[in-house]
């Protein structure tokens, strides 16, 4: 399709297209909900990222915003520095400037995990610059599920077999949205052809190595067995309102037994000792990522480790996450480590 029809669907939010359009009504509803006029999205040059750069520039066409695009080279391929030129130069053609960001971050281990953490370090400081508070991601169904898939089967609890959220907080004045949990991937990718022509596709999502991959690739024989995707999809929202109904329990249990100092968070022994494992989980998670600001916490296996370790040896200091954990009179303490 040429350059001049594509515009004209953008301008005309997708009215000739009965499910593409659907999809931007609602799209453009979640973003009229977070009544703000001021977006950063997260593009990579793949189809969903395409598809929401598509969704985003049809929105900023019929409303009043400004939107910051920005793709995070990894620097991790030989070659990802001209591919995200390809992707600046598609968009060009679009009227959208496309901010380049590079990681000047050696990643040797962990590199996904690690490229995820340079990712939102990046995005957040940039959204800083620019006093942005919303980042906008193409997370779609598929990734719901496939996020699903993963924490199975590291034995994730209900918190974590909720899977991703709508929204969450990155920072304090800073916010990850994600409006596509609902679309298919297919339907992602039928708008970037239609309005971009094509789309790029990063050779690591076809390595082997990486357990989302694997899982990515069961697709097929789970949806032949009738594991159908949307189903799960539905579950995983009703195991999300079943945590979002703990959530407020248990924000009134850790309000109860934590305080914060100004480097330190105070856990009551006694009152976290009354508590069930799952609910001393959160507690310690939730302490870790209030004192280090961190997006992710530490995986649940780990902090079951630093709870047993604790009852063997109460008076022994212990480290995780960039948090020192010790026993102080009737008080469990998490400080940050010093880092020299």
Do not use: W
Request: proline share 1%.
């Amino acid at each position: 399709m040429s350059k001049k029809n594509s515009s004209v669907i953008l301008k005309n939010q997708f009215k000739d297209y009965k499910d593409l359009s659907n999809i931007y009504s609602l799209f453009s509803k979640k973003i009229k909900n977070l009544k703000k006029n001021l977006f950063l999205v997260a593009v990579s040059g793949g189809p969903d990222s395409l598809a929401l750069t598509a969704l985003i520039k049809s929105y900023s066409l019929e409303n009043t915003c400004k939107v910051y695009y920005v793709l995070i080279d990894h620097n991790l391929r030989k070659n990802s520095s001209n591919e995200a030129k390809l992707v600046k130069n598609l968009l060009k053609k679009f009227k959208i400037n496309l901010n380049i960001l590079k990681n000047k971050k050696k990643i040797v281990k962990n590199i996904q995990s690690e490229a995820r953490k340079v990712r939102y370090e990046l995005l957040t400081t940039f959204c800083r610059k620019k006093n942005i508070k919303i980042i906008i991601t193409a997370h779609n169904l598929e990734d719901q599920v496939e996020t699903f898939f993963i924490r199975l089967s590291r034995g994730s609890g209900l918190q974590g077999l909720s899977s991703m959220k709508q929204t969450n907080k990155i920072e304090k004045n800073i916010n990850l949205f994600r409006p596509l949990l609902d679309i298919k991937k297919n339907q992602l990718m039928k708008i970037s052809k239609l309005i971009f022509g094509k789309y790029y596709k990063d050779p690591s999502n076809r390595n082997t190595k990486y357990l989302r991959t694997r899982i990515r690739k069961l697709k097929k024989s789970l949806e032949a067995s009738g594991i159908n995707y949307e189903k799960i999809s539905h579950s995983i929202k009703n195991l999300a309102s079943s945590r979002d109904t703990l959530d407020l329990y248990f924000d009134k249990i850790y309000k109860d037994i934590t305080f914060k100092t100004k480097n330190k968070i105070h856990i009551d022994l006694k009152g976290l000792e009354s508590l069930n494992q799952e609910m001393k989980l959160r507690v310690f998670k939730k302490s870790i990522q209030n004192l280090t600001n961190a997006y992710y916490s530490p995986r649940s296996k780990k902090i079951v480790n630093l709870i047993n370790r604790i009852q063997v040896n109460k008076n022994k200091k212990h480290n995780l996450a960039g948090c020192v954990i010790f026993k102080e009179k009737k008080l469990i303490i998490l400080k940050k480590e010093n880092k020299k």
